[in-house]
């Protein structure tokens, strides 16, 4: 079995989690995240601990152990989310690249003839810091993670003037340019 899938998981007291089977809900300060876990695994939750284990640990049905490391990180990632949260951010860089939210649109100006028009979903908050700036945070990891890849696919960075929009803190690989033949 996993070394991740053997350790419990914590439950803060402000946290509720209800068990049905394989689906997983939450309640917390930030919010509620249901998520359906993996099947062959059994998890048990006493006290403040939740417990992850496969439903049998034979050698030839291995499928059931490769799951348990997995569902117990999906499920600490379901805690954190609804007590923290995740914050995502992105970085807009080009001359007249501009965001801005009316209502629950995210309308970008990125270079093109037409400006796009991005539909936050539900769940989603965005917020837009000096125009050049997006953060985007949530209560569920997989969400922000998502909404975060399609903004930044939008208009990914080129590598040759670093136009684009990048993950904060990304490296982009630059290119050199074409030179002046003499």
Do not use: W
């Not at 501009?98 to 400006?115: D, F, Q, R, T, V």
């Not at 993950?167 to 982009?172: L, T």
């Amino acid at each position: 079995m996993s070394r991740i899938g053997k350790k419990p998981v914590n439950v803060p007291s402000n946290v509720k989690v209800s068990l049905k089977g394989n689906l997983i809900t939450c309640t917390g300060p930030k919010g509620a995240v249901s998520k359906k876990l993996p099947e062959g695994v059994l998890i048990s939750m006493a006290d403040s601990l939740i417990k992850v284990e496969a439903k049998n640990e034979s050698r030839q049905n291995n499928d059931n152990v490769k799951f348990t490391g997995l569902t117990r990180t999906i499920i600490a990632n379901i805690i954190e989310g609804v007590t923290a949260g995740f914050v995502k951010e992105l970085e807009i860089i080009g001359v007249g690249y501009k965001a801005e939210i009316n209502n629950k649109i995210l309308n970008l100006s990125l270079g093109y003839s037409h400006p796009i028009n991005f539909i936050i979903p539900e769940g989603i908050s965005i917020t837009v810091e000096k125009t050049g700036i997006l953060k985007i945070s949530g209560c569920d990891k997989e969400l922000v993670g998502l909404v975060a890849a399609r903004i930044r696919g939008l208009r990914k960075p080129e590598p040759y003037k670093g136009k684009g929009i990048k993950y904060s803190g990304e490296a982009i690989k630059r290119k050199v340019g074409k030179t002046s033949g003499k």
